[in-house]
């Protein structure tokens, strides 16, 4: 008796932070009276903040129709090759639930959350086998190490991409996930381009968002906060040989994350420049999501951390062309030849990711309407010559991981230079920073955010 009551308390004391987690949700569900007066106040709230809008955006108006051809594009559908066989359906999703030991510890505080260490308590996978006809059903199990054959392509050949997309919960409790159709179109660009099956994204968003909805008391209650949703193809055919799969296996896991660069005290970070490095070239994958573009990237970072520095940023070519901020896309923010203030980042000419968030700050940007925007080649000596004349306002990185990202110093060619990104009265990725979180968090109402049921 003894023995089992010691072992009950061990129990408890394992899995007290569940129990916690639990009282704190109970009292949220439970407490309708207090629900219903925070979403009055969130009501008067955004009533009042409309009120105020002229004031608070003199600068950057941003409360044009939602109706705008600039929210409204979409990516142009994938066309299957005919050999891939039958097709996945979420209504054909399967559910495992995870047994009370297969639990995952769940962090004491959301805010104290670091990128990437912890997972979620299921998993989505599907398989596709092109001699039984193509890709299998979709199930959610619990979360499970993979097993495939030693010579399974991804291991070899690198025969794999993945995706990176956030879940966050709003000021309304809603969980939202951003442009997820831009995702999927993405991941099947780069399946086409590994030989491996494309799939039909608007159904696999269906089984990612009931594997959220699963997990959902994974999301973080705050804005600091969000869960990470990384799906991922893999070839598993167990042969060796370069050739396109006939087996390979499409999954997601979830991860609740934080932050995911380290900055400085003013939030912003420092880039090693080194131009006898390249990530990518014309012809390469450099825009698509691949493992082996960012294997390489490893030891190079390694020698910014040695110098002190955050991140490396990407030149191309003889004249240093910018291409990325580590796995970041990048702005520069400046007043032109003409006097005129503009926003540039570099084109999509096949040396970076097509980022959303990258698209999403386009949109805003150009819809706005207050500066020029532009997507053309820049390079460091043009970053020199505006700095030494006073003409380069920001710099900043842009990501799902890391949303945007300010950059106060490059380290370049032996000197540094220091960027007055920090130092701007109104600073422009602040102002985008706000407008994609309140778009994220449900703050406003946008046709970006889908709402997972």
Known sequence: MTTKMAIGAKDIFRNQHRLI???????????????????????????QQQSNKTQLDAD??????????????????????????????????????????????????????????????????????????????????????????????????AVELFEGMKAYRGVDGKIRIFRPNMNMNRMNLAAKRSGLPTFEGKEFVKCLSRLISIDSEWVPHTQAASLYIRPTLIGIDPTLGVASSDSALLYAILSPVGSYFKSDSSGAVSLLADPSYTRAWPGGVGNRKMGSNYAPTINVQKKAD??????????????????????????????????????????????????????????????????????????????????????????????TACLVSPINRIHYMNQDLYIPTMEQEKPVHETIRKALTDIQYGKVQHPWAVVIE
């Open 21 to 47: 987690r639990f009282i704190e949700q109970s009292i949220r569900l439970c407490s309708n009276q207090s629900l219903k007066a925070a979403q009055q106040q969130q009501q008067q709230q955004q009533q």
């Open 60 to 157: 950057f108006n941003i409360s044009k129709s939602l109706n705008s051809e600039h929210w409204n594009a979409v990516p142009e559908p994938i066309e299957h090759d005919p050999d891939v066989g039958q097709q996945f359906y979420g209504n054909h999703l399967m559910v495992r639930l995870a047994s009370p030991q297969q639990l995952q510890p769940k962090p004491d505080r959301d805010e104290d959350l670091v990128f990437g260490k912890q997972f979620t308590d299921h998993m989505l996978k599907i398989y596709y086998h092109k001699s039984l006809g193509g890709w299998q059903r979709p199930e959610i199990t619990p979360l499970e190490n993979l097993v495939m054959h030693p010579a399974a392509k991804v291991l070899h050949y």
């Open 306 to 399: 040695a110098k002190g520095l955050q991140q490396v940023l990407w030149l191309y070519g003889e004249n240093h062309d910018l291409t990325e901020v580590g796995t970041m896309n990048i702005f520069m923010f400046f007043i032109n030849d003409k006097g005129e203030k503009e926003l540039i980042t570099p084109p999509l000419n096949g040396l970076i990711l097509p980022g959303i968030t990258r698209d999403s700050i386009l949109a805003l940007t150009r819809q706005w309407g207050q500066f020029k925007v532009t997507e053309g080649t820049f390079n460091m000596p043009r970053v020199c010559e505006l700095l030494n004349q006073g003409r380069l306002l920001e710099l900043f990185g842009t990501g």
